[in-house]
């Protein structure tokens, strides 16, 4: 069957892209990956021969480049542009934000979405997908769950730099290319490049490989969502109508993904009771969010409802290290930068 519809994901090669692009191919989209390849291309290998696949190696802190490789496919391979862009292409999280700095940190997340957005319009995409993040909220101020119309109170460089690139795209909701904007809550699970430097992923790999917690603010919540959920969660985005989500912002995750760290750690002692846990209540002047979300406007407008739990996204994990299924996890590839802050 002809793919009807061509969606440009930059950061493709990622965790969330990798996946979303083989759901997009499974689904008969064309898919144009671009990405630099921060932590290698391996995730996509199992594409390449796709005939609905593209990858184009290029960085979109430059200038012209998502428009350069639409054209030089169009001009080789005859594609149409595409209709959409996902943008997931970021410095992504507190601690990498933090080891690159301000002004780099700035330019990938600020200035790079500024840039894919005006040549997503001007090449006639019609809508704009962009990742942005729940840790924007920072804090719950009255202690009750967050909303998309709850103020922002930014703990980090990393949230500083989506707040600006939301506002931005906010300021767009005229032009031809409507911007939807998705605040993920914290991914867990696997993906063709599978992160060990989020929460979930991290305790299930220490109390692999160390039989071992240490485990800060036991009792602050987060707010938590699998990996391939996310994936469907775009995808709804991609498909509805105009009006559900021009200028919209979503939270994206479900009410019972609001965890405490404490209820993690049980649900990782299920599957591995061997692990000896500690617990430390010190203020270290680390990422300190203590907070729940709510998701009834992801729910009420998208109908989107959430198809996996924290429990199943340890098993994955659990299944893809006991079975060698990813032989070295402590590997710079599957993290953003060397530590993690809980
Ligand atoms: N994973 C999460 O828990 C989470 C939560 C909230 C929001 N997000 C957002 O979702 C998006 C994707 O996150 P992820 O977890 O898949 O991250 P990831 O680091 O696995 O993927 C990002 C990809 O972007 C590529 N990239 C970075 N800068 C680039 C540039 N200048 N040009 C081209 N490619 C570039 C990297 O090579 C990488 O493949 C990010 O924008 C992130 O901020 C993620």
């Known amino acids: 069957m002809k793919a009807e519809r061509h969606v440009l994901i930059t950061g493709g090669a990622g965790y969330i892209g990798s996946l979303l692009t083989s759901e997009l191919l499974r689904n008969n989209y064309r898919v144009t990956v671009v990405d630099n390849l921060l932590f290698g291309g391996e995730s996509l290998l199992g594409f390449l021969h796709h005939p609905n696949f593209h990858f184009a190696k290029a960085d979109v802190t430059e200038p012209h480049k998502i428009k350069d490789v639409v054209r030089d496919h169009s001009a080789s391979d005859n594609w149409p542009k595409p209709d959409a ?25 600020v200035e790079a979405t500024k840039m894919v957005f005006e040549q997503a319009s001007a090449l006639g995409a019609e809508r704009f997908v962009f990742s942005s993040t729940y840790s924007n909220y920072g804090l719950s101020p009255d202690g009750k769950p967050v909303t998309e119309e709850s103020p922002l109170t930014p703990q980090s460089l990393y949230a ?21 904007l998705f605040r993920f809550a914290t991914l867990y699970g696997i993906s063709p490049r599978t992160r060990f430097d989020l929460i979930i992923n991290q305790f299930v790999l220490d109390a692999f490989t160390k039989r071992q917690l240490l485990i800060y603010q036991r009792g602050y919540s987060r707010s938590f969502i699998h990996v391939r959920d996310t ?27 609001n965890y405490t760290k404490d209820q993690i750690v049980k649900l990782v002692l299920r599957r591995m009771p061997e692990t000896e846990v500690e617990y430390k209540d010190l203020t270290f002047g680390g990422d300190m969010r203590d907070i729940t979300v709510s998701f009834a406007k992801v729910k009420r407008e998208l109908g989107f409802e959430t198809t996996l739990n924290a429990d199943d ?10 079975t060698g299924l990813i032989r070295n996890p402590l590997d710079e590839r599957y993290r953003n930068a060397q530590f993690i802050v809980q």
């Not at 601690?95 to 690159?100: D, E, Y």
């Not at 690139?165 to 032009?175: M, N, S, T, V």
């Not at 498909?239 to 993904?257: C, V």
Request: net charge positive; proline share 5%.
């Open 313 to 322: 996204g340890i098993r994955d994990l659990l299944f893809a290290l006991k």
């Open 85 to 109: 862009v996902v943008h997931l292409a970021a410095i992504v999280g507190f601690p990498a934000c933090q080891a690159v700095g301000k002004q780099v940190a700035w330019k990938y997340n």
């Open 231 to 257: 994936v469907r969660g775009i995808m709804m985005g991609l498909e509805a109508p105009q009006p559900k989500i021009r200028g919209q912002i979503y939270n994206l995750g479900s009410d019972d993904g």
């Open 160 to 180: 500083e730099t989506k707040i600006a690139a939301e506002q931005f795209l906010l300021a767009q909701k005229d032009a031809a290319c409507s911007p939807l």
